[in-house]
């Protein structure tokens, strides 16, 4: 092996980093440690220029590592490897090292401290590299079939997407019907149709295409596998069955929340938004004169902080529906804030208030009151611009609650093995960057399972995640990371103790066929099974397993150069 | 005399947190996106696996004079591959229990379980941490030898 020469790239990220850590104190730093034979600073290092200045820095220095001192691997990591791939250089070869998310971001307040850490994590990095050792990937194949979880509009989005691309899709829904929460509306804003037509159209496509195996009602029981290759159990009917796909869509939706507040469940003419919707669409909503509709309803309170967005969108329709029913209704809709994002909506609400809805606004230390021992008869609130509490007569109270997490997300979470987030919902790979992936590779995510998302929002989101899962059903191969196992078999005993930690049983203890070791019982990996997790590697008594681009060397350099030993 | 030199200066002690790649690296990020503020005592060396660090680099660490070594994983029924931190947290026990025999105080190797959604929750073991072993003092154990 040709002695290490290390060049080290440190990214001022705008003054993301620049702003906090003294980059260029950093890069003179760099230049002074073991084996480094270049070192620069890059305004952003993931530019195009940023990438040039790699691929050069690599043929003009004879670099053969790269370490990139910028954000996080989790999202960068690809980009980098693939810069040094371009310029000739094996693509581990390539070290990260994080001083945004890790350091520059969280320790904003204090310059000196942040800049002596972004300093010793580049040392840490810089050690590690001249371990790093060239990898070759492994090519792993992709079941050519997909499986969309749920059949609401999201779910027969994607589904429909990836049939009409030709691949086999597997729809399994919990309910004996399709549809989702969309069968319970009456109208949907702001087209202002009842949502048959829709929902009809895409059930019908659905059912009729040959490249679609529905499975209703039924759950899924259990999942193992990765990406190309997933077993999944559903229980469909009360049999089970076992399916295998490349790639899994999540699109599982959302529920209403029903609330204890404004005694609702107690006075029967208290209904949720999405109650008022059934009374209508099945013709039970009889007399009513005054209306009053209470907005926030459990939402944007300390226990659940989120806005779930569609909530103000509906009561503005269902008011001005309201109005429409009964032009003399008095119809009031009391809120703390309106989000009415976009022209369209923008102009819905605008709408609604020449029809004669009145809108009020109330604080959440403020909260309106309801009046009335058998039925609501009055709501008490306190108008904020007229500086005083007026009292609505009310012979129908509505309230808008928030879309809370399905109870089952947790149950699903720990199968397929995808984080769900702080409010229960499901949480993608990256914020903005990657929307409709979860981290785990070959699962992907859409509608308000994720999210509160409206119709449109999740028919694009269904699409999306479809045409990201179609990547691998399309190519047929995904490469995996190298970063399996490797068994040295001279300093194996053949113990076995890899073999029992190893949770994929990708070792096997077999007679070694290697010329002088002839007949020795050793551990040998199985690439294709291996999941990189180093298990073994930790377990191993005797050192002679190891874990590619987390070796003990690796790691024990890394630790000796934090505490300042060699 | 070492000791009298070093109350004088403020006592800022080092401390190596192994996250895994999964959930405690990604909430180690995502308090970063969050700008939670937190000590700049932590520095983050990421394994695919709680499972993958071995308890002689634990020691190594603590024996090279670090102040303190964290192991940071999913919570239990959470690892990415089913039962990583399930060894983690056996070994754990029986690292701490090595520690107090050899003389090292076993307050010094912490465990703790930070998912991708823990942002939150990521800083303030940082702090928590932090705090415990800058109470604690320097490591004297390489002195002691």
């Known amino acids: ?566 | 005399m070492p000791d009298i030199k070093e109350v004088q200066t403020e006592f800022k002690p080092k401390i190596l947190a192994f996250c895994c790649n999964w959930c405690a690296y990604a909430g180690a990020d995502l308090a970063g996106v969050s700008r939670f503020q937190m000590p700049t005592n932590v520095r983050v060396i990421r394994v695919m696996c709680s499972g993958r660090v071995p308890p002689e680099l634990v020691i190594r660490a603590l024996a090279n004079g670090l102040d303190g070594v964290m192991i940071l994983g999913c919570h239990p029924g959470d690892c990415h591959y089913s039962e990583g931190n399930y060894l983690t947290r056996r070994r754990a026990h029986v690292l701490k229990r090595l520690l107090s025999y050899i003389g090292i105080e076993p307050e010094r190797f912490q465990l703790r379980w930070v998912s991708a959604a823990e942002g939150a929750k990521f800083s303030a073991v940082v702090k928590e941490a932090t705090d415990k072993i800058t109470a604690l003092g320097p490591n004297r154990w390489v002195d002691k030898k």
């Open chain 1, 1 to 566: 092996m040709a002695a290490p020469r290390i060049g080290v790239f440190i990214c001022h990220c705008g003054t993301n980093i620049g702003g906090i850590v003294d980059v260029p104190e950093v890069v003179d730093y760099a230049k002074k440690l073991p084996y480094v034979v270049h070192a620069e600073a890059n305004l952003y290092t993931c530019s195009e220029e940023g990438i040039s200045a790699i691929k050069e820095a690599i043929k003009e220095y004879d670099l053969n590592r790269v370490v990139v001192a910028s954000c996080t691997p989790r999202t960068h990591q690809p980009l980098f490897r693939n810069a040094c791939a371009d310029a000739g250089l094996n693509p581990y070869l390539f070290e990260f090292v994080n001083i945004r998310e890790h350091c520059s971001w969280i320790h904003m307040h204090d310059r000196r401290e942040a800049t002596e850490k972004a300093k010793e994590l580049v040392k840490m990095g810089v050690a590690k590299a001249r371990w790093l050792e060239a990898q070759e990937e492994f090519e792993s194949g992709v079941y050519p079939a997909a499986m969309v979880i749920g059949g609401g509009v999201a779910g027969m989005s994607a589904a429909l997407n990836l049939a009409n691309q030709g691949f086999e899709v597997h729809l399994v829904e919990k309910e004996p019907e399709l549809g989702g929460r969309l069968l319970k509306l009456n109208r949907i804003f702001t087209i202002n149709k009842a949502p048959d037509e829709l929902v009809d159209s895409m059930v019908k496509a659905v059912q009729g295409h040959s490249k679609i195996k529905l499975h209703m009602p039924a759950v899924v029981k259990a999942a193992s596998g990765y990406i190309g290759n997933f077993d999944v159990s559903i229980d469909e009917d009360g049999q089970e069955t076992s399916v295998k796909v490349g790639v899994i869509i999540v699109a599982t939706g959302a529920q209403v929340l029903e609330p204890e507040l404004y005694s609702y469940g107690k006075l029967d003419n208290v209904l949720t938004q999405l109650g008022l919707e059934q009374r209508l669409k099945d013709g039970k909503l009889g007399e009513f004169q005054n209306v009053v509709m209470i907005n926030c309803v459990g939402a944007r309170i300390p226990e659940r902080p989120y806005c779930s967005r569609l909530c103000c969108m509906t009561a503005i329709k269902n008011a001005a529906l309201m109005k429409e029913i009964n032009p003399k209704a008095q119809v009031y809709v009391l809120h703390r804030d309106l989000m009415t994002y976009g022209v369209e909506f923008e102009e819905y609400y605008r709408k609604a208030r020449e029809a004669g809805v009145r809108f009020i606004r109330y604080t959440l230390s403020n909260p309106p009151q309801v009046m009335g021992a058998k039925r609501v008869e009055a709501v008490k609130v306190y108008d904020e611009l007229m500086d005083m509490e007026v009292e609505l007569s009310c012979n129908l109270l509505v309230l808008a609650t928030p879309l809370i997490p399905n109870a089952d997300n947790e149950e699903l979470s720990k199968m397929l093995k995808v984080p769900i987030g702080d409010g229960g919902f499901f949480l993608e790979a990256h914020v903005k960057l990657r929307p409709v992936e979860f981290a785990m590779d070959g699962i992907y995510v859409a509608g308000s399972c994720r999210w509160p998302a409206d119709i449109k929002e999740s028919i694009a989101q269904g699409y999306a995640a479809a045409s990201e899962a179609a990547i691998p059903l399309r190519q047929g191969a995904v490469r995996v990371e190298a970063i399996t196992a490797t068994v040295d078999p001279k300093t194996c005993k053949g113990c076995g103790t890899c073999v029992l930690v190893c949770p994929f049983d990708a070792i096997e203890l077999k007679e070694s066929k290697i010329k002088g070791l002839e007949g020795k019982i050793v551990s040998e990996v199985n690439a294709a099974l291996c999941k990189g997790c180093g298990l073994c590697a930790a377990a191993c008594p005797n050192r002679a397993i190891q874990q590619r681009g987390f070796t003990d060397m690796q790691l024990l350099s890394m630790v000796n150069a934090l505490s300042g030993k060699r």
